[in-house]
């Protein structure tokens, strides 16, 4: 299961990216030059964080959580998933899980909508629920001194969330709205036809937030049904990270979770390959084309998933020094960004390729990159070039992921969906470190040697590319 953050392209791929793992956006080059300079000035904060003690909580009624004690900011950040998400939704009402998602601050217990928000407000708390595909996100950031009154709201909100009719209809509207007003877009309508042409039929091809016949048909006895099917301890995984204790937190646990039922209801979800070798086009008189391409990924608990990591941020994963980005934007100057992603969900995974460029030099822009990923599976990387990986990825993985309470709490929950274990930031150096050449190589050439799925939105290329 993954956890969406990190890469500006990320947010128009149907794939999010490892909770583990990814890739820093492309910057432009004065934010960079900033950007480094701030790295190197919270450096030592970021070293200490990657050596941090994580400690495994247990409460009295079974609950399960991993805890970052920090007493020198007064700040308790939470971060929980619950196992099923909007693969979930029943045919006929897709967008339910993520209607459902929205409602958690419209009422819970005996507080209706406005009474709730009032409460957070005076808690000076930060609450938000996230429906992904795998998994239901929730998190809540609060001031220690107030945990009490913030943990209780959140309590209400995971254990009697109330879906009155009135904020139903409110946040339905206005997801509604939402979908009206992408109606017309071309990068939604290219998202849409993208997901169908490579999962046909399958849930990953459904629109998360539903569609207008969908979510007409979505009841409060419906949102409430789902809610107890999902929220259930067997599917939980919980992170804290802040101003509390052990002790404290696992009384904590038990008033958050401890009354849910034990065992979820979810429905199966097969695991599906994307559908590759073919050309998806959305055709629009536009300035710029949108180029993307898939190729087959790695799953996170395979064996050669850090050589592909490693292949990846050579291919396009590293702004500034990768393949892509010397070929395609400093050589050429075709584009403003361009980058590959080792993306994946719990049931599929692939190796993407975005960017976008002038339309009239699309199709030279698509052959450029199809040429460098062929010379990459044909040949892998240098010795160099893998070497100065390893330090990136290495040197990289504090700043990306460490860097703030809520990025710890986040990052945390990603190693507990992917089975990783409480010491992997520690083992992380030397699993990277102990890839060879040989193996990076074996992985470009297992991964790129497929013919790709590529969508172009924009107008017609008037040749493949």
Known sequence: ???????????????????????????????????????????????????????????????????????????????????????????????????????????????????????????????????????????????????????????????????????????????????????PDPDAIAQRKWLRAIYGTHPYSRPDEGTKVSLAGITPADLGAFHKAIFARDGLHVVVVGDIDAKRLSEKLDQLFGDLYEKQTLSPVVDVAAKLGQQVEVNYELPQTSLRLAFPGVGRSEPDFFAALLMNDILGGSPFTSRLWEEVREKRGLAYGVGSYLAGYEHSHALLVTTATRSDRAAETLSIVRQVVKDMAEKGPTEAELEASKKHLIGAYAISYLDTSSSIAATLVGLQLDNLGTDYIQRRSALIDQVTLDQVKAAAKKLLSAEPAIMVVGPPLGGKG
């Open 1 to 183: 299961m993954r956890n969406q953050h990190r890469a500006a392209f990320a947010q128009a791929l149907p794939f999010p990216l490892s909770a583990a793992e990814g890739s820093v956006a492309c910057l432009a080059t004065p934010l960079a030059i900033l950007f480094i300079a701030i790295f190197f000035l919270i450096l030592p904060a970021l070293t200490a964080h990657a050596a941090m003690n994580i400690q495994e909580v247990k409460s009295e009624k079974g609950i399960n959580a991993w805890l970052v004690e920090d007493h020198t900011v007064p700040i308790v950040a939470i971060r929980f998933v619950f196992a099923g998400g909007t693969t979930q939704d029943p045919l006929g009402k897709e967008g339910l899980i993520h209607l459902m998602t929205r409602l958690f601050d419209e009422g819970a217990g005996d507080l209706d909508s406005e009474a709730f928000q009032v409460k957070l407000d005076n808690a000076g708390a930060e609450m938000s629920f996230d429906a992904q595909r795998d998994g239901i996100h929730g998190s809540m950031r609060m001031p220690s001194l107030r945990k009490d009154a913030a943990f209780d709201l959140l309590r209400l909100a995971v254990n009697r969330p109330r879906f009155d009719q009135e904020p139903v209809d409110r946040i339905r509207a206005q997801v509604l709205s939402g979908i009206i007003a992408n109606e």
